[in-house]
C-alpha cells in the first residue's frame, strides 16, 4: 500500500508488500459501531469471463485468465476495504470471483454492457438500494449509470454514489469540440444535480469512482469540471494536491469525494493506492490499468 505523493516532489514506486493498517469491522457484534470504514475505488478494466473473440468485446480486449482473477482476488483481500466501487466489471457473477461472496455483499448496475459499475460492501455492514442514476448516461453513448446505495450505519444513513464517466477528456475544457469532451460535459450536469439533491435532503454523501478527469487545476486555471460540482454542494476530494504511484506515477483519475457532515469525516493522511507488485506493460494489461485508491473515514458517534 502506498502513500500518494504531492505533486510538488517526486512520484515514488511503493515498496512491495507494503503493510495495510487494520480497520475496525462494523457489525461484528449486535449494537457495535466502527471507528471508521475503509472505502475505496478500483477499475478492474475488462473484468468478464465473456470469450476473447467475443462480438461485445473490443477486437484489443483479452478477457483475463484464472490466474490473473487469482492476483486481483488476492490484492482485494490485502486492500481489505470496507466499501469498495468497481468499474469495468461484466456483472455480480464476475464481481465475486474477485471479492468473494462470504465477505462481500455486491450490487451492480442495470445496465446491459460489458462495463458495469458496481459497489462491494463488507457483510456486516446493512445497506439499502436505489434506483440506478440513469441520468449519467446521454442516450446514444452506451457509457454506465451510477450504481447508489445507502449505508444504514448506527449514527445515521450515509449515501454512496459509484461513477465511471467518459474516458478521453482528462484535462481539456469541458467546451472543447473533441467528442469525448462533449459527452462528459453532457454527463457533469446529472451528477451536479444528485449531489445538489443529497446537499438539499442534508445526508452526508460520497462519490467514488472512475471519473477519467484529473479535477485539479491545469495550467493555473482551475479544472471546470470541479468548479461545477462544488457549485452544487461544498466537497473535500481525497487525492486534491496528490499523485499516484500507480504503474510508475500519473495523475489521479479515480477520485473519492464527500458532502455533507461527511466531509467532516474523511480522516486526514489516510489516502493510499495500493500498487501491484508486478511489473511491466504485460502485467499492467494482465491485470488493470488503475491500482486501488482507498480512505477512511472516521464516522460519529
Known amino acids: 500500500m502506498a502513500n500518494p505523493r504531492n505533486r510538488g516532489g517526486a512520484i515514488g514506486r511503493a ?87 462470504d465477505r462481500y455483499v455486491i450490487h451492480m448496475t442495470h445496465d446491459r454492457v460489458v462495463q458495469q459499475v458496481g459497489i462491494a460492501v463488507r457483510r456486516g455492514i446493512r445497506f439499502t438500494v436505489n434506483p440506478d442514476d440513469t ?85 493555473g486555471r482551475p479544472d471546470g469540471m470541479w468548479t461545477r460540482l462544488t457549485a452544487a454542494a461544498p466537497l473535500r476530494r481525497a487525492t486534491t494536491g496528490f499523485a499516484s504511484p500507480c504503474w510508475g506515477g500519473e495523475r489521479f483519475i479515480d477520485h473519492i469525494l464527500a458532502g455533507g457532515a461527511a466531509r467532516g469525516w474523511l480522516e486526514p493522511g489516510t489516502l493510499r493506492v495500493l500498487v501491484f507488485r508486478e511489473r511491466g506493460r504485460a502485467w499492467k494489461e494482465r491485470l488493470s490499468d488503475h491500482c486501488p485508491v482507498s480512505v477512511r473515514f472516521r464516522l460519529p458517534g
Not at 469498495?84 to 466489471?89: F, K, M, P, R, S
Not at 446529472?190 to 479535477?215: K, M, Q, Y
Open 135 to 219: 441520468a449519467l448516461v446521454p442516450p446514444h453513448s452506451g457509457l454506465r449509470s451510477g450504481a447508489d446505495i445507502t449505508l444504514r450505519l448506527p449514527g445515521g444513513p450515509l449515501r454512496v454514489l459509484a461513477v465511471h464517466l467518459k474516458t478521453d477528456c482528462h484535462f481539456s475544457p469541458l467546451r472543447s469540440r473533441r467528442p469525448a469532451c462533449r459527452i462528459l460535459a453532457r454527463q457533469v450536469p446529472a451528477l451536479a444535480a444528485w449531489i445538489r439533491a443529497r446537499a438539499s435532503e442534508g445526508v452526508p454523501f460520497v462519490v467514488l469512482g472512475d471519473f477519467n478527469r484529473w479535477l485539479g487545476p491545469h495550467d
Open 15 to 101: 515498496a512491495a508488500g507494503a503493510v495495510l493498517a487494520l480497520l475496525l469491522l462494523l457489525g461484528v457484534a449486535r449494537g457495535a459501531a466502527a471507528a471508521s470504514l475503509k472505502f475505496a475505488t478500483w477499475n478492474l478494466e475488462w473484468l468478464t469471463a465473456r470469450p476473447a473473440g467475443s462480438a461485445s468485446l473490443p477486437g484489443d480486449v483479452r478477457p483475463k485468465r484464472p490466474a490473473d482473477i487469482a492476483r486481483l482476488r488476492a490484492y482485494a483481500a490485502k486492500l481489505n476495504a470496507d466499501v469498495v466501487a468497481i468499474q469495468e466489471v461484466d456483472g455480480a457473477a464476475i464481481a465475486a470471483q474477485v471479492f468473494p461472496p
